[in-house]
Every structure is written in C-alpha cells, then in structure tokens.
C-alpha cells in the first residue's frame, strides 16, 4: 500500500475510533441511574426551573436527539458547562492541559534519557553483575504503583527533609503575568521535581529494556562485526554505529509512552495536587459534575489515540522496511 | 466391618488423589511453567507465600482489621509505633492494627489479581484464535473493537466506570474484562496467523477435522504459554489498578485492601507525622506481589522465545 494510502486509511481509523470513544462515554454517563442534573439543581428549585434547566441541558428530549445534539456540540468544540464551576467545560480543560503536558513531557524525556543511556550501556556490559543486579531493580521500579512511588518520594524529600515543596504548581498567593512566567520560574521547577522524578522513576524501565534488546539484536549484526574487524573501538562501535540503529524502535514508542503517562498523571497528580487534568477528571467524578469529567476523560482520551496514530506513522517513516499489512 | 471399610476406602482414595495430582501435573505441565528458570522460582515462591498467607489470614492475623482497638487501660491505640503495646507493625490513626490489615489484603490483592488475568487471557485467547483463524469480517471487526479497546484510556476509564457502580472490588476486574484483551488479544492472533499456514493444521484440515477442532484441539495448545505470558503480567495489572482505584477513592470501603490502607495513610496525613510504617508495608507488598508476575513473564518470555536466552 502505497504512503499515501495508508496515511489515509489510518485517518479514516483515527476518527472511527474517536466517534465510537465518544459514542461509549456518551452511553456510560446517560444510561446510568440518577438524573445527571442531581448535582445542579438546589432543592429549592421550583417545578418550573427544573424545567426550564432541562431544557437547557436538552435533558427533555429523546436519547437519540440527545446522542445527535452530543456529537453536533462536540464537532463544534463544545463541551457544556461544568456544574461545579458555571464556567464551560472546553475553557476549563484548556486551560488544565498545558499543566499535564508539561509534566508528562519533563518526566518523559528525563526517563528517556536514562532509559536510553542505561539500555545502551547494559547492552554493552551483557552478562556482567551489573547488569544481573541491574535488570531487577528496573523490573521492580515498573511494579510499583505511582502514586506510591510519589508517597514516600513526598514522605521523604518534603516532609522530613525539606527539600522540596508538599504539592501544587507554585507557592501559594504567588502571581506570574503569564503561562511563561510561570513555567520558567524556579519556583515552579521545584514543585515540578518530585512529580516528574516520580513518572520518569516509573517511566524509564520502558525505554531502557526496549534500548538493551535492540542494542543486543544489534550487536550480533555484520556491520558491527565489519566495525570490529576494522579495529574500531568499543566506544566508537557502540555510540556510533550500534546505538543510532537501536533507537529507532525507541524513539517511536516515545509517543506511546505521551499516551500512557496521560493516564498515570491520574493518580501522580492528586498524590502532588498537581492542577492538571487527571487531578481535575478524579475531583469532577467525585463531585458528580458529569460535564467537567466527560470533557476531562475526552480530552486524555484525544491525546492517547493521537499518541498511537503519531507512533505508527513514525514507524513506517523512520524504518521503510516496515511494511504495513 | 469398620477396619474392612477403612481399608478400602483408604485403597480407594489414594487411586483417585493419584488420579487428581497426575491430572493437575498434567496441567501444570501443559501451561510449560518456567522452573528452570531462577527468577521465575523466585517469582512461584513469592506466589505461593502470599497464597499460603491469603489462605491462613484468620490465623495468622492478630486481629480484626477493621476492628479499632484499645489498650489494658481502655486508651484509644491510635498511632502505635511498630512493637509498642505488642502491635507488630503499629497502629493506624483509628486504632487499627497495620499488621493485619496487611494480611488480610493479600486475600482481595490475589482474588482481583488471579481472576482478571484468567479473564483477560480468557477473553484475548478466544478474540485472538476466533480473529487470527477465521479471518475475513469477523477479524475485521474483531479488530476494529480491539482500536477502539487501545484508544480508550484506561485508568480514568475504570474511575469513571467506578464511579457509576456500585463500590466494589470487581469493578476493576470488570473494567480489565472490558479493555485489556486487547493486547493479548492481538498477539495471540499474529500467532495463530503464522501457525495456520504449518503443515500439521493442513494435515488436520485434509483429514477432515472440523474448523473447531483444529482451532482448539491443535492450535490452542501451542499458545497457551502466550496466554499465560499475558495472564501473569495481568496479575500485577490489576492489582496495580485496584490500588490505584482505591487510594483515589473510588474503592469498596467494605474490603481491606493494600491500596485502601495507602489511601487511608494519605488522607490521615501519615506522611507529615513521618509513619513510615504505616504505608511503607502495603507499597512493598504490591511491589512483591506483582513483580513476582514479571519474573514468572519472564520465565515464560525464555521458553518462547529462546534467542533471547543466548
């Protein structure tokens, strides 16, 4: 199938797979017990306003005009309006978003680069007790749950030792003129460490056990051995000739991980108060406020599948020998 | 006569649990588990003791998890340090004893765990044989649902879902029911896509097995070690899942569980009073639980695919 083609084809999945996420959540927040509007409405409210607030919400109609009227404001960008806040959903998770990148973007290129510098260098030092004692250790970082990782990393380096801030963005009653005032503020980076270090902790057995078995795969291949015999040196076989083909894989898995780390900032970011979208999508479903968590659970849900699509076009593209059936 | 009936029923039942164990050894044997493997035994082992403890937690336990509890002199034991007043790993906050608390939740950490990952590997077996076998509209639709399966998120997913029914500890199997097939379920196909083309299948075509058979009876078998590589890296998933359901609130506040007693330790502010001990256990406990279902994947990436070994 010719570039082209496939790009196409891939889209078309793209936006199936994006109106069927849609049509499930759609489904998941009407068809469960309660009204959705228990949250809104006051108990004062009269007869009539309930009405009227039904009405508004299109809560009157049948389900499919319902489901029509859903996808018609979600082509548009239009969430709804957050019950909790009186303010529109898409304002809200916008403005929550670029807090989630940021973080799930740090922690990934930190994890990133160690994951790519110990793979390698596992790689190399094969069947050595570093890389016995190696090997577990990072099997054993990936089974442990974030938001534990994120405790005792607080317990420790916040609590009893003062090192670092217990949570949030910035201090509190701090003001910045702008997002980029913000970001680039020290104080901000220091809020940012712990939450990062957490997720790249968690994060970098991906990339460096992926790194280590292409390095291995790559190793055993002719022009290293062509290398070899020229009388390169190890150093030079390694960085230069070897690495570079074994990082093809991991670079594309780098937008896979975007889309997982998505779904961990979930519990990362309420352990730090972090104010991003897996805080805000976790407060809005305890508070009921359907709305906010539709449009919070979308949002993550756009990132990853973007993420997936972004991961098999760089596969084809940075590896023509991969063919797709 | 009494010996007489003793005698033959003791002739009777060693037969049977003969019977019993070459059939279990059978199974055992058929689902290739890795023993020559040393992290994969270290993995079994770890298994087997929180099985043994998860079993005996009535006796093993001091007391009632839930149960809050006073000292000699009718004092509320709140925030007992590790060995003070006879409580092994202390007290929580409430007066709770941490050492059984940790017990008892071996029970639902191996309960969620062993049973989403039978139906994970369950469901993404037959998805994957059914997709991979018979091809043409079934595997495109089977495929299709397995995109939309990967492009939903899966974590909040499971709060929302959560937060919609009842709380209870079989939401987060539910939910792993519902989404994470997907990835055995792929695999498992991309095999059964290879085997179907080896001469033993076509063999069994031409002398007349039905569709069924063959997909069962001769395909089935060889990849069941797949399943179970999938099977036991979803052990850890869902524990990992249930802990993080619950420590974001959205747990069964009926069942004790190792990420209800993480949640209870962060909303009692145990990590500004230092009580390392408090949530330091259960963290070690689902490290352990689920890294031993890594080793055993390993064990089984060996068999598998053995140029790894090399």
Redesign the interface.
Known sequence: MSGVKRFVSRLL?LV???W??AT??FL?FRL??GSPLAAYIDPTFTEEQQRILMARFGLDRPLFEQYLIYLWNLLHGDLGESFFYRQPVGERVLMLLPNTLVLSLFSIILAYMIGVVGGAYLAWKRGSFVEGATI?FV??T????????G??L??VFS??LGWFP?GGMRTAGSEYPSLLALYTSGDFWRHLFLPALTLAIYFHGLPLLLMR?NMLDVMSEDFVTMARIKGLSNWTIVVRHAARNALLPVATSLAIAI?YQ???S??VE??FSWPGL?RE??RA??A?DYPL?QG??LL??VV??LM?LLADLLYGLLDPRISHA | MPSETATTTQAAYPSRLNAFVSGLWRIVRSIHLPLSDP?AMIGIIIYLVFFLVAVFANQIAPHDPTEILFTESYDLAADRLPGEDGFVLGTTSLGRDIFSQLVYGSQSALLIGLTAAAVVAVIGTIVGLISGYFGGVVDMMLM?LA??A????????V???A??MEPSIWNVVFAMALILWRDTGRVVRSQVLSLRTRAYVEAARVSGSSNLKIVFRHIAPNILPLSFLYGSIAI?WAI?TE??IS????GDPETISW?YM?QD??ASQ???T?A?YW??P??VC??LV??A???IS?GYEEILFPK?KE
């Open positions: 999945q199936f797979v994006l069927a996420v499930i959540l998941i469960m017990p577990p099997l054993t990936r089974a442990m749950p974030e938001f534990w990782l405790m005792v607080l317990a609590f009893s217990a078995s889309g998505m779904q961990g979930v519990v309420t352990v897996g999508l976790v479903v305890s009921s968590a919070a659970f993550i849900a990853v599948i997936n | 992290f299709r995109d939309i990967f492009g939903i998120p899966f974590l909040p997913f709060i929302v879902l937060a919609f850890g990992l802990a993080s420590f974001l609130g959205f990420g993480l330790a962060y145990a990590l500004s230092g390392y949530f330091i259960p963290g689902i490290v689920v890294v279902g890594f080793f390993r790894l």
